[in-house]
Nanobody, 123 residues
Framework: QVQLVESGGGLVQAGGSLRLSCAASGRTFSSYTMAWFRQAPGKEREYVAR????????SYADSVKGRFTISRDIGKNTLYLQMNSLKPEDTAVYYC????????????????WGQGTQVTVSS
């Protein structure tokens, strides 16, 4: 069974940086796509970025392109999201997610989720 545990959230001023981590366990992840989603209060959960575990292919939502970088450390089974030039509109709970045998940005296709970590960006 896949377990995903996020960490690294916090409070930061606009223009600052944070790095989120997601420790993954329970499987060999070579056939997985891993992703970050976020959910702001009163809004739907939205896609942020995804990476294929084996090949490292990435994609990003337009709203974060050029500011966020998704990466993974295969040896540590850890997914990262480096967030730079943060804006107040980036404030949300950030979730790590995983799906096997698919490369997708649709939250409905991800069947493994972490508990989330809060990111708050003050203006």
């Amino acid at each position: 069974q896949v377990q995903l545990v996020e960490s690294g959230g916090g409070l930061v001023q606009a223009g600052g940086s944070l790095r989120l981590s997601c420790a993954a366990s329970g499987r060999t992840f070579s056939s997985y796509t891993m992703a970050w989603f976020r959910q702001a209060p009163g809004k739907e959960r939205e896609y942020v970025a995804r990476i294929t575990w084996s090949g490292g292919s990435t994609s990003y939502a337009d709203s974060v392109k050029g500011r966020f970088t998704i990466s993974r450390d295969i040896g540590k089974n850890t997914l990262y999201l480096q967030m730079n030039s943060l804006k107040p509109e980036d404030t949300a709970v950030y979730y790590c997610a995983a799906v096997r045998w698919r490369v997708t940005v649709s939250k409905d296709e991800y069947d493994n989720w972490g508990q989330g970590t809060q990111v708050t960006v003050s203006s």
